[in-house]
C-alpha cells in the first residue's frame, strides 16, 4: 500500500476531517477567549486606577458596590465633560462612572460637520467619544464628537445630574 492509497482510504480521510472540525473549534474558542480576557482586563484597570483616582474620596471604597448598570465600554463614551487637563479629559457617563479619555494629536474632533481643535472641548460639554482602550484603563479617543447643547426646557443628553437607570 502506497502513501497516497493510504491517505485516500475512508477511515483515514474522515479522521483528518474530524481533526480539522476540531482544529477550527480550538482556534474559535482561543479566539472567544482573548476577547473575554482583554475586555475583562479592561475593567479591572479602569476600577484599580478608577479608585486610585479617588483616593483622597472617602465613598470611593463603597462605589464599586454601588455601582449600577451595565459594563464598562473598553471602545467609547458618551456624556458630560467634569475636567479637562490636556490630554486627558474626564467624562461621566450615565451611569455616573466616570471615565478617563486621551485626547491625542491623532484625534479627531468634530462640532456637526466642522473638525475643530481640542481646545473647542470644555467642561459640561456633551460628547461621545469613540477609540481604543489601553492597559491603564483609559480610552484613546480616535474620534470625539461635540454634540449640540439642547434647546432651553429640554434636560441634556447625559448629565452627571440625570437619574440613575
Given amino acids: 500500500m502506497s502513501i497516497k492509497t493510504f491517505f485516500q482510504t475512508n477511515s483515514v480521510s474522515k479522521i483528518i476531517g474530524g481533526l480539522g472540525i476540531l482544529l477550527i473549534a480550538l482556534v474559535i474558542f482561543q479566539a472567544g477567549a482573548f476577547v473575554g480576557y482583554h475586555k475583562g482586563a479592561f475593567s479591572s484597570n479602569w476600577n484599580n486606577n478608577y479608585m486610585m483616582r479617588d483616593a483622597d474620596d472617602p465613598r470611593s471604597f463603597f462605589a464599586p458596590f454601588m455601582h449600577r448598570g451595565d459594563d464598562i465600554n473598553p471602545h467609547g463614551a458618551v456624556g458630560e465633560i467634569v475636567s479637562m487637563n490636556l490630554p486627558l479629559v474626564m467624562i461621566k457617563g450615565p451611569n455616573r462612572a466616570e471615565e478617563v ?28 467619544v469613540i477609540g481604543e482602550p489601553n492597559d491603564k484603563g483609559q480610552i484613546q479617543a480616535e474620534l470625539v464628537r461635540i454634540m449640540p447643547t439642547p434647546p432651553s426646557g429640554f434636560p441634556p443628553m447625559m448629565s452627571s445630574s440625570s437619574p440613575r437607570r
Fill in 101 to 128: 479619555i486621551i485626547v491625542g494629536t491623532s484625534t479627531t474632533i468634530r462640532n456637526f460637520r466642522q473638525t475643530v481643535s481640542a481646545s473647542d472641548l470644555s467642561i459640561g460639554s456633551q460628547v461621545v
